[in-house]
């Protein structure tokens, strides 16, 4: 039976779990130590599940059964190991779970009325659910804190697949990149905060802040509903909309600020504890010709100076890149695919098709010249590129593919170690199944002696 990562039962199933409401006490479907699980909870997180849009799958009341009997384990050891985590780690992982849930539901109003009851209620039941889950990643993270992979065991990773089963890598690069942005002065900048402030003054002079908002806010996710944010902490914003949104009273609009975003002003409408609705008018300063034309000078004088060695382009990224997963790297673009290893190495099919077709003719360590470019979101700026190294297609090798030959020997370790540590407490625990999951592939070792006899 092929090996199930723990792990990732638990961070993929963990979402869903969230979403389970009120348990009704119907049948115990397992026994692991002093825990119980019911029906009901089996049941609900499966309803959810189709909720989502997934297919009816059986199978899948299996998985949920088997995380949750991995998680009452990992639980009943934490507690003789003394492993615990803080209130503020709950507090923390449940507000980003919420956040999760409101965006998807479109709204807090929404979410409320999906769940029938508020998200201060919903947030007090799902809090035992979540402390345990994450006491159970904790306690995880104890059993396998000490694995690690010596060079010998990667090479006898390696050397178990036989030649012709060994995978296809694609063509991978290195690509670095220097991204600059065009910032307006401040008298450019005036004209927009000029017009925000003029609508602020319509509405303080008794005009429907809804009605400017839907006509006038370029922010393209609260516009349509008259600006209004719905709930929010003091996490989600801009640090100076968070500002402004948690010091103002019900009723009361605050002065026109700037943020990365541009002009906005806001109106507190209510508050919930440590939340806050408000509604905002946001408008987005464009980029003038003048202000383009000095980051296309600033851009060209940097690569000037990469291109003919002077400045070394590490510290030219560094220094003056504006992107800001990037320039930290030494300007290189991480592989969004892989951000557990943080590798530089990208697969060109993976590569933004722009950037594909600019270092495809390009030959390794040359960059190309500035080009005028928009973002995902919409932003105009100027780049170059870099390329550092190609790789072409080729066979899985130990040369040429270590990190990745070592990540997976480390993956595989640490689901052995996992899957010991199981085998290990299934036979010390008391554990006992209903006979509805006797069926289950996934659930056969977690079948007692106890369980066999009962079905026979």
Same mark, same amino acid.
């Given at each position: 039976?092929?090996?199930?990562?723990?792990?990732?039962?638990?961070?993929?199933?963990?979402?869903?779990?969230?979403?389970?409401?009120?348990?009704?006490?119907?049948?115990?479907?397992?026994?692991?130590?002093?825990?119980?699980?019911?029906?009901?909870?089996?049941?609900?997180?499966?309803?959810?599940?189709?909720?989502?849009?997934?297919?009816?799958?059986?199978?899948?009341?299996?998985?949920?059964?088997?995380?949750?009997?991995?998680?009452?384990?990992?639980?009943?050891?934490?507690?003789?190991?003394?492993?615990?985590?803080?209130?503020?780690?709950?507090?923390? $992982?449940?507000?980003?779970?919420?956040?999760?849930?409101?965006?998807?539901?479109?709204?807090? /109003?929404?979410?409320?009325?999906?769940?029938?009851?508020?998200?201060?209620?919903?947030?007090? $039941?799902?809090?035992?659910?979540?402390?345990?889950?994450?006491?159970?990643?904790?306690?995880?993270?104890?059993?396998?804190?000490?694995?690690?992979?010596?060079?010998?065991?990667?090479?006898?990773?390696?050397?178990?697949?036989?030649?012709?089963?060994?995978?296809?890598?694609?063509?991978?690069?290195?690509?670095?990149?220097?991204?600059?942005?065009?910032?307006?002065?401040?008298?450019?900048? $005036?004209?927009?905060?000029?017009?925000?402030?003029?609508?602020?003054?319509?509405?303080?002079?008794?005009?429907?802040?809804?009605?400017?908002?839907?006509?006038?806010?370029?922010?393209?996710?609260?516009?349509?509903?008259?600006?209004?944010?719905?709930?929010?902490?003091?996490?989600?914003?801009?640090?100076?909309?968070?500002?402004?949104?948690?010091?103002?009273?019900?009723?009361?609009?605050?002065?026109?600020?700037?943020?990365?975003?541009?002009?906005?002003?806001? $109106?507190?409408?209510?508050?919930?504890?440590?939340?806050?609705?408000?509604?905002?008018?946001?408008?987005?300063?464009?980029?003038?010709?003048?202000?383009?034309?000095?980051?296309?000078?600033?851009?060209?004088?940097?690569?000037?100076?990469?291109?003919?060695?002077?400045?070394?382009?590490?510290?030219?990224?560094?220094?003056?890149?504006?992107?800001?997963?990037?320039?930290?790297?030494?300007?290189?673009?991480?592989?969004?695919?892989?951000?557990?290893?943080?590798?530089?190495?990208?697969?060109?099919?993976?590569? /933004?098709?722009?950037?594909?077709?600019?270092?495809?003719?390009?030959?390794?360590?040359?960059?190309?010249?500035?080009?005028?470019?928009?973002?995902?979101?919409?932003?105009?700026?100027?780049?170059?590129?870099?390329?550092?190294?190609?790789?072409?297609?080729?066979?899985?090798?130990?040369?040429?593919?270590?990190?990745?030959?070592?990540?997976?020997?480390?993956? /595989?370790?640490?689901?052995?170690?996992?899957?010991?540590?199981?085998?290990?407490?299934?036979?010390?625990?008391?554990?006992?199944?209903?006979?509805?999951?006797?069926?289950?592939?996934?659930?056969?070792?977690?079948?007692? /002696?106890?369980?066999?006899?009962?079905?026979?």
């Amino acid at each position: 039976m092929k090996r199930i990562s723990i792990l990732g039962l638990l961070t993929f199933f963990g979402f869903l779990n969230i979403y389970a409401q009120e348990k009704v006490v119907d049948k115990v479907v397992a026994v692991v130590g002093d825990n119980i699980i019911l029906k009901s909870d089996v049941d609900q997180q499966y309803a959810q599940y189709l909720a989502q849009g997934n297919k009816a799958d059986e199978n899948t009341k299996c998985l949920f059964l088997q995380n949750m009997l991995s998680q009452k384990l990992l639980t009943q050891q934490a507690v003789i190991d003394s492993i615990t985590v803080d209130e503020e780690d709950v507090d923390n $992982e449940i507000n980003r779970r919420m956040r999760v849930m409101i965006s998807r539901a479109g709204g807090q /109003d929404r979410l409320e009325e999906f769940l029938g009851k508020s998200i201060i209620q919903y947030k007090d $039941e799902i809090r035992p659910d979540i402390q345990e889950q994450l006491v159970a990643q904790k306690m995880q993270a104890k059993i396998t804190e000490k694995v690690e992979v010596t060079p010998l065991e990667v090479e006898r990773y390696y050397n178990k697949f036989p030649k012709d089963s060994l995978p296809e890598f694609n063509t991978e690069v290195e690509v670095g990149e220097i991204v600059m942005y065009p910032e307006l002065n401040k008298k450019e900048k $005036e004209f927009y905060k000029d017009k925000a402030e003029a609508l602020r003054l319509r509405i303080k002079g008794g005009e429907s802040f809804a009605t400017l908002a839907r006509l006038y806010s370029q922010d393209p996710g609260s516009a349509s509903n008259g600006g209004d944010l719905g709930f929010f902490d003091r996490k989600t914003m801009a640090k100076e909309f968070t500002a402004w949104a948690f010091k103002l009273k019900p009723g009361e609009i605050s002065p026109v600020f700037e943020t990365e975003f541009g002009f906005h002003f806001l $109106e507190v409408t209510e508050r919930r504890g440590e939340q806050v609705r408000a509604r905002h008018i946001l408008i987005i300063p464009q980029n003038t010709p003048a202000a383009l034309e000095r980051t296309k000078i600033k851009i060209d004088s940097i690569y000037k100076l990469v291109n003919t060695g002077k400045l070394d382009f590490s510290t030219a990224a560094a220094l003056n890149s504006d992107d800001k997963e990037s320039k930290f790297n030494g300007g290189m673009m991480l592989n969004s695919q892989n951000v557990s290893t943080r590798t530089t190495f990208i697969p060109t099919d993976q590569l /933004d098709p722009k950037v594909f077709l600019t270092i495809d003719t390009m030959k390794v360590g040359t960059y190309s010249t500035p080009a005028l470019f928009t973002d995902a979101s919409g932003k105009t700026g100027y780049k170059f590129l870099y390329l550092k190294s190609k790789i072409p297609p080729h066979k899985a090798n130990l040369n040429q593919d270590l990190p990745k030959i070592k990540d997976a020997a480390y993956e /595989d370790k640490i689901n052995k170690t996992v899957s010991q540590w199981f085998e290990k407490r299934r036979k010390s625990t008391y554990i006992k199944l209903d006979k509805e999951y006797y069926s289950c592939d996934v659930l056969k070792d977690w079948i007692t /002696d106890t369980d066999t006899a009962a079905k026979q």
